[in-house]
Structure formats: structure tokens, C-alpha cells
């Protein structure tokens, strides 16, 4: 079920999802902009997430021991491979 969100467009606005639907983007108008609010929701959470990742390296950021064991593990991969 979907409920009707009455809204307003510019002109060119509405051309641009227009040129969205000619190309196939969604089948309607409103699947264009159901689309759009889709990616600018995933959008937004990759961003809080970014942010929060990079605030945790803020609070605790890496030492030299990470770093050692972090190239351990690049090297210990790297040997594994069957190349």
C-alpha cells in the first residue's frame, strides 16, 4: 500500500525525472522519487557509519603493535594464495 505525498517540482525538476524515466531509471515519476528517497536514505547511512568509523579512530587510534600485526596478516595472506 502507498500513500499519496502531495509535493511541488520546478519545471526542471520535473524534466530531469522525466529524463530518469525516458531512460529507464524507474517506470513512472513516483518510482523515480521513491528510488532517489532510497539512495539518499543509503546515502545517508553510509555517511553515519563513515563518520562513526572515523570517530572511533579519532578516540582509539591505531598503534605501531596494530600496525605490525596488521602487516603479520597482509603477509600471512598473501603466502596462502595459491600463486
Known amino acids: 500500500m502507498t500513500t499519496p505525498v502531495p ?3 520546478t519545471d526542471e525538476e520535473l524534466a530531469l525525472i522525466d ?6 531509471i524507474g517506470d513512472s515519476r513516483s518510482a523515480v522519487i521513491r528510488r ?4 539518499l536514505a543509503d546515502a545517508v547511512r553510509r555517511s553515519q ?3 562513526a568509523i572515523a ?3 579519532r578516540e582509539q ?5 596494530d600496525d605490525a600485526l596488521a602487516m603479520a596478516n597482509a603477509i600471512a595472506m598473501t603466502e596462502a594464495e595459491p600463486w
Open 61 to 65: 587510534p591505531q598503534s605501531s603493535e
Open 7 to 9: 509535493t511541488r517540482f
Open 36 to 39: 532517489g528517497v532510497h539512495h
Open 19 to 24: 529524463e530518469l524515466v525516458a531512460e529507464g
Open 49 to 51: 557509519i563513515g563518520a
Open 55 to 57: 570517530q572511533s579512530y
